[in-house]
T-cell receptor, first 113, second 109 residues
Framework: DADVTQTPRNRITKTGKRIMLECSQTKGHDRMYWYRQDPGLGLRLIYYSFDVKDINKGEISDGYSVSRQAQAKFSLSLESAIPNQTALYFCATSAGEFNQPQHFGDGTRLSIL | GQNIDQPTEMTATEGAIVQINCTYQ??????LFWYQQHAGEAPTFLSYNVLDGLEEKGRFSSFLSRSKGYSYLLLKELQMKDSASYLCAGLDSNYQLIWGAGTKLIIKP
């Protein structure tokens, strides 16, 4: 079983719809992250959370919201999807020390028509 | 501003050696990571450097020069399965990762 699980793996939806992407982890890590990846661009941080009561905006948080329901669960919502939010979305986790690597889920490929 | 630069694409031959360069400009510096990402898959951790010098892990080695804002990933005895994108990411003074766009490495027989 994957340590970091993202659902759904693929989603096609229409402009204006609300979408939720879910992430759960069994690594016991406190830190969780949401990124988007677009062709030709690096990973861009949307939101991150260092523990259940901590939520922080990343580089590109506009149009997105998150919820940290438990240590193991971190969900990303698009309140009203628009076509330029079409991308590959990754959830990641890391242990508390800053030099620890991030561990990524398999990604959610989201297409907004 | 903060920036990570790496070549967009490189081609190498199976069995050869390839060096993938990365230059970084970050506000403060707390280390540099390299990740491998096969097409359509998740990035996976390769290495972390915070001190100057070369660190070797099997066929892969990573080098850092803090004074030059420069790192490279060295892959030896290339195999077809090494065809992937290699992502460089710098950790800034706020312990945020700044990601490069990745270098797509194509291995030819």
């Amino acid at each position: 079983d994957a340590d970091v699980t993202q659902t759904p793996r693929n989603r096609i939806t229409k402009t204006g719809k609300r979408i939720m992407l879910e992430c759960s982890q069994t690594k016991g890590h406190d830190r969780m992250y949401w990124y988007r990846q677009d062709p030709g661009l690096g990973l861009r941080l949307i939101y991150y959370s260092f523990d259940v009561k901590d939520i922080n905006k990343g580089e590109i948080s506009d149009g997105y919201s998150v919820s940290r329901q438990a240590q193991a669960k971190f969900s990303l919502s698009l309140e009203s999807a628009i076509p330029n939010q079409t991308a590959l979305y990754f959830c990641a986790t890391s242990a508390g020390e800053f030099n620890q690597p991030q561990h990524f889920g398999d990604g959610t490929r989201l297409s907004i028509l | 501003g903060q920036n990570i630069d790496q070549p967009t694409e490189m081609t190498a031959t199976e069995g050869a050696i390839v060096q993938i360069n990365c230059t970084y400009q970050t506000s403060g510096f707390n280390g540099l990571f390299w990740y491998q990402q096969h097409a359509g898959e998740a990035p996976t951790f390769l290495s972390y450097n915070v001190l100057d010098g070369l660190e070797e892990k099997g066929r892969f080695s990573s080098f850092l020069s803090r004074s030059k804002g420069y790192s490279y990933l060295l892959l030896k005895e290339l195999q077809m399965k090494d065809s992937a994108s290699y992502l460089c990411a710098g950790l800034d003074s706020n312990y945020q990762l700044i990601w490069g766009a990745g270098t797509k490495l194509i291995i030819k027989p």
